[in-house]
């Protein structure tokens, strides 16, 4: 008898449960694992202290020909957000149209469904073709909207991405690169450190290639017209005008890339990062 659990949890914290029952008949859920909610789910809360199981529906009153002879395997589901809900199943084996139905995308046709191996890479799945849970761990499956796909590497991995941008952190994440590491924009003659909280635009030619270095100690940034190397990391702002020998009374601005001023406000805390620059004012109604 094949059993389908479904915990919700973000990747970052700690899981919630979320509440499923199917009441469907034996012939409806034969092949189609997708669950219904029930009432009385449990918080969705992702700081939650404990993870709950909680039965989801049985696939058949007959083992199925893909069960393991009662093991139950893992999954996890998320969509472009990397918030993952977590299933347990007696069928080692599942397709993608299964995997789609189990987070509640359909039509599965809308919708690009995606294996994270264990090799790190990101591949798609077919709805018709079959994803083996007899590795060990949890397998990570993404399911999101959409009718294009996007083809980069990452130090020589093959990953897709459905969407036209995806966040530095989050390819880290998906190509297991350690957090003192960074990832660098090849493009012939330019490479370019990417910041964690950069949004890398697949849709831009050149971006095809990701090399991963060790991130740099230290950043170049301008004051005026005067270039500073400062330690890579968080300052205030008063650790700034110190770094800067900015004249006392004087208030500091960040200039963003459209050439905005931005006051920084007094105990802000900014991550410095290259390139960036910053000039300085007298506050209104004072004099130079």
């Known amino acids: 008898m094949a059993h389908f659990f479904g915990v919700r949890s973000s990747l970052h914290g700690e899981p919630t449960a979320s509440a499923f029952k199917d009441n469907n008949s034996h012939h409806n859920r034969m092949n189609n694992p997708t669950p219904t909610n029930k009432s009385g789910c449990t918080s969705d809360n992702p700081n939650a202290g404990h993870l709950q199981d909680i039965e989801l529906a049985t696939n058949s009153e007959q083992p199925s020909h893909h069960s393991n002879h009662g093991k139950v395997f893992e999954l996890s589901i998320s969509d472009e957000n990397f918030e993952f809900r977590r299933f347990r199943t007696s069928d080692r084996k599942i397709t993608g149209a299964q995997v789609a139905e189990l987070a509640g995308k359909h039509p599965v046709t809308d919708f690009v469904i995606l294996k994270h191996l264990k090799t790190h890479e990101l591949e798609s799945l077919r709805p018709t073709e079959l994803a083996d849970l007899g590795e060990e761990g949890i397998e990570r499956f993404f399911v999101i909207q959409s009718g294009e796909i996007y083809r980069f590497t990452v130090e020589g991995l093959s990953m897709e991405w459905p969407r036209g941008s995806i966040r530095c952190s989050n ?22 450190v990417l910041e964690d909280d950069e949004m890398i635009d697949l849709k831009c030619p050149g ?35 110190k770094e800067f020998g900015v004249p006392a009374g004087y208030r500091l601005d960040l200039i963003s890339k459209d050439g905005e001023f931005r006051e920084l406000k007094p105990g802000e805390k900014i991550k410095v990062k290259d390139c960036m620059e910053f000039s300085s004012h007298v506050p209104t109604g004072q004099s130079a």
Request: hydrophobic share 35%; net charge negative.
């Open 171 to 192: 390819v880290k994440l998906l190509a297991g690169i350690p957090a003192d590491e960074c990832l660098v924009l090849d493009m012939g003659d330019c490479k370019r």
């Open 207 to 241: 971006v095809e290639e990701l090399r991963i270095r060790k991130g740099p100690k230290t950043v170049t940034v301008k004051y005026g017209e005067q270039e500073f190397t400062l330690q890579r990391r968080e300052y205030t702002t008063e650790e700034l005008m």
